[in-house]
């Protein structure tokens, strides 16, 4: 249940970064942190979801699959921290 409403929650970041900021609508995730802040941390997420993808499919470089999944974890950690 978490890990859809977590998948629910990147699509409307994804489908946000593409709408005027005037047809926007109030999702709470929106109202604390800068716009900037959200497209970019959406944007990280979508580089490493491709990349992730990637990874699974070629079949030569299949084996690093775990420690990329354990680096994405870093990687949205830091960025937790960082704003």
């Known amino acids: 249940m978490t890990t ?3 998948l629910f929650q990147f ?3 994804v489908f946000v970064m593409f709408m005027p900021a005037k047809y926007q609508p109030d999702y709470m995730f929106l109202r604390n942190v ?3 802040h959200v ?3 959406t944007l990280i997420q979508l580089v490493c ?6 990874i699974k499919e070629m079949g030569s470089i299949s084996i690093i699959f ?3 999944v354990s680096n ?3 990687i949205t950690g830091s960025l937790d921290l960082a704003v």
Not at 49 to 54: H, N, S, T
């Open 4 to 6: 859809m409403s977590l």
């Open 11 to 13: 699509v409307q970041r």
């Open 34 to 36: 800068p716009m900037r």
């Open 39 to 41: 497209h970019l941390f």
């Open 49 to 54: 979801l491709i990349v992730l993808c990637v």
């Open 66 to 68: 775990p420690v990329m």
């Open 72 to 74: 994405i974890h870093a």
